[in-house]
């Protein structure tokens, strides 16, 4: 029989939520009877955190196992291969929901997957249910992993000031207390909204280290170590800016646009457009970290779109194209607007006349796509069947349901005609006509913008 191994771990990483006593104390005298002692109960056990020791001395009694090699150069502070990250990782990953018995539970030890048994002497131990222990086993790991990347994760957390935008409810202030997170599987605050961003911070990182175990995405990092300072930061980024734009919601939700699209079903479209405005219109988010949501917008959107399912389409077609193409139409009727402003600064007015009217084409396809009146992307490609005329009929049908008037299309002829003079003749088009039409344009991009 191998040796048990004995490793020292600071049991703290696992939590504790109350201590269960089995077995009253004994009074003991001793021969004179004037001293008396009370033996100790018979149990004293911490739980959950029990459970997780437990399963540590069952690692343990297997010194040549995978998971006691992986628990010693945890305990010693020794670094991981990438091979070794991804063997750890994997070692979490329970499939389907996490539960530990099938059974209707009568006690409050079944609720932790443990057990009373008797050992060779009729003494009363705790032990782990086998019903339990894959569960307990992820559970053991996880607050191993979390521990161990713990560091790195709050070096990325401070990044962004959470602090700003949080009050405490029922906070003396005299004495206002910092927002404290917590990366824990458990409740550690009676403050619902400071709770909350510690679970969806919680749920970033999951998802980031299941991202590295079934993606392709680590392929694009050197180590690990580049994978997760990378691929946490975008996330929590995102917390970030959804986080600082919830107005007086006292709670948030995790959007896994960083992850498969497939995830994102059972989210409201109305609602993930509002969280990407915000975030894109925020002035105090990163231009860089914008730029890298827009591009994660485009990426998920491609991988899902290529190739789907007839089982897939409902979900495109109800929320990614919807959201994510009125997203990017909007973005890009922004940006081609600011090109227009530059090259009219820069007295390139001819040029300025056709980026005046592509900024008009992507603010109508935004308005089109937010009505629902946009044709679906072709297959295998994010491309709308239209074409200028198309584009147009769906602004007279717009003009007749009186979302736009004709002053709007009128608009929309002047600035398209200039374009076209501009791009396919010798024509006289001076600053003035280059100013009204970006005029023209700016009205009619903010009258769009008000109206989605």
Avoid at 324 to 334: F, G, H, P, T, V
């Amino acid at each position: 029989m191998s040796e048990i191994k004995s490793l020292r771990i600071d049991i703290s990483i696992f939590p504790k939520v109350f201590t269960i006593i089995l077995g009253k104390p004994q009074q003991k005298d001793d021969e004179s009877g004037l001293n008396k002692t009370f033996e100790k109960p018979e149990i004293v056990a911490d739980l959950p955190r029990c459970a997780n020791i437990l399963y540590l001395e069952h690692i343990l009694a297997l010194p040549d196992s995978t998971e006691c090699k992986l628990l010693e150069k945890y305990a010693y502070g020794i670094a991981f291969s990438d091979e070794e990250y991804e063997k750890m990782l994997r070692l979490i990953m329970v499939p389907g929901r996490r539960t530990q018995t099938q059974q209707i539970q009568t006690d409050e030890l079944s609720l932790f997957g443990l057990e009373i048994r008797k050992d060779n002497k009729g003494n009363r131990k705790l032990a782990l249910r086998e019903d339990a222990i894959s569960t307990i086993k992820a559970e053991t790991w996880e607050c191993i992993i979390i521990d161990h990347l713990k560091q790195k994760a709050f070096d990325i957390i401070d990044c962004f000031d959470f602090n700003a935008t949080f009050n405490r409810k029922q906070a003396n202030n005299n004495n206002h207390e910092k927002l404290k997170i917590s990366l824990g599987a458990w409740r550690f605050s009676t403050d619902i909204t400071e709770q909350n961003l510690s679970n969806v911070l919680r749920t970033a990182l999951i998802f980031t280290l299941v991202n590295y175990c079934f993606e392709n995405t680590k392929d694009q990092y050197d180590s690990f170590s580049d994978f997760f300072d990378v691929e946490f930061y975008k996330r929590v980024s995102l917390i970030y800016g959804i986080w600082s734009n919830r107005g007086n919601k006292d709670t948030i939700e995790y959007i896994p646009l960083y992850d498969s699209f497939y995830n994102l079903d059972g989210i409201n479209k109305e609602d993930l457009i509002e969280i990407l405005r915000s975030i894109l219109d925020d002035p105090n988010i990163a231009f860089g970290d914008k730029e890298d949501l827009k591009k994660r917008l485009i990426d998920g959107a491609v991988s899902f779109h290529r190739g789907i399912s007839n089982e897939d389409k409902d979900l495109e077609q109800r929320l990614i194209k919807p959201a994510i193409n009125y997203i990017y139409l909007r973005e890009k009727a922004k940006d081609t607007l600011a090109s227009a402003q530059i090259l009219f600064d820069g007295e390139k007015y001819s040029d300025c006349a056709n980026r005046c009217y592509y900024a008009m084409m992507f603010s109508l396809k935004s308005l089109l796509e937010n009505k629902g009146l946009l044709a679906n992307w072709k297959e295998n490609e994010l491309k709308e069947s239209e074409s200028h005329r198309t584009l147009e009929v769906g602004l007279s049908k717009l003009i007749a349901q009186g979302v736009l008037d004709q002053k709007d299309y009128n608009a929309f002829l002047y600035v398209r005609d200039q374009r076209i003079k501009c791009d396919y003749s010798i024509y006289k088009f001076e600053k003035a006509d280059a100013s009204n039409c970006l005029s023209k344009v700016q009205k009619f991009c903010t009258k769009i913008e008000n109206i989605t």
